[in-house]
Nanobody
């Protein structure tokens, strides 16, 4: 069974750095062509924050460009989102997603809450 499990969420201060993780089980991570991080704030639609494909191409939402970095570790079969200069508007539930072709795919994690206090 393929599973994506996010971890590392929590309460942080504005301006802090924080990293969340997505552990992949049941499949080799690079079997997916693309993986990404989405987030959903209360009352808002889920949005793509950052994506990465097997060619190593990365893309970011304008709101996080220059502050967030997406990466993957093949040895740990995991994906990460390093978040710098966090802002209160980054507060959301962050979801890991994986796709056989283009994002969004059908495979989602359960989400991890990141709360940024001012």
């Amino acid at each position: 069974q393929v599973r994506l499990v996010e971890s590392g969420g929590g309460l942080v201060q504005a301006g802090d750095s924080h990293t969340i993780s997505c552990s992949v089980s049941g499949i080799i991570m690079f079997s997916f062509n693309a993986m990404g991080w989405y987030r959903q704030a209360p009352g808002k639609q889920r949005e793509l924050v950052a994506g990465i494909n097997n060619r190593g191409t990365r893309n970011y939402a304008d709101s996080v460009k220059g502050r967030f970095t997406i990466s993957r570790d093949a040895a740990k079969n995991s994906m990460y989102l390093q978040m710098n200069s966090l802002r209160p508007e980054d507060t959301a539930v962050y979801f890991c997603n994986a796709a056989r072709s283009a994002l969004p795919g059908d495979t989602w994690g359960q989400g991890t809450q990141v709360t940024v206090s001012s």
